[in-house]
């Protein structure tokens, strides 16, 4: 994954991609800041979780910016969440996570009840880890709970 995000800094610098060299430093640099406090090599798989993080950070920046109307914010970091959806493994759609979610619930036996959220939450998490961002899991749960 290193490798890839420094080719791919290499390559938007021929480009002149300003967006997506800025992106990639960005990531580059909060795996390094990890790898230093750790003082460990990241895998593959722990730097996923820095990638989604930084998804995370965007997609709230957004409604940020929106509130504020920093519509030319906006369009940048919708162009940035683009760049790093590249090197995340495809989220699932709504239904997906629904149906996810349904078959958590079936196998912990949770049919209806505000008060199963955690359970139904923890459960349908593990299934989605990676694949599905927190809050789309918690309005399926909730969505699930109130049927």
Same mark, same amino acid.
């Given at each position: ?13 021929? %480009? ?24 460990? &090599? ?23 910016? %929106? ?18 959806? &590249? ?8 239904? &997906? ?5 349904? %078959? ?10 505000? %008060?199963? #959220?955690?359970?139904? #939450? ?19 749960? #909730? ?5």
């Amino acid at each position: 994954m290193k490798n890839r995000l420094m080719a791919d800094f290499k390559a938007a610098m021929k %480009e002149k991609d300003e967006i997506r060299k800025n992106t990639i430093t960005m990531v580059r640099a909060a795996i390094k800041q990890i790898e230093i406090d750790t003082k460990t &090599e990241l895998s593959d798989d722990e730097i996923l979780p820095i990638i989604s993080k930084q998804v995370k950070m965007r997609k709230d920046a957004l409604a940020d910016f %929106e509130r504020g109307g920093r519509t030319d914010l906006m369009e940048v970091y919708k162009q940035e969440i683009e760049v790093l959806n &590249e090197y995340l493994p495809k989220q699932l759609t709504p239904e &997906e996570i629904e149906s996810l979610v349904a %078959e958590a619930a079936n196998e912990i036996g949770v049919t209806s009840g505000m %008060e199963n #959220m955690g359970k139904l #939450m923890g459960a349908s998490m593990s299934k989605c880890k990676g694949l599905a961002d927190g809050s789309d899991v918690k309005d399926a749960v #909730m969505k699930f709970l109130k049927k």
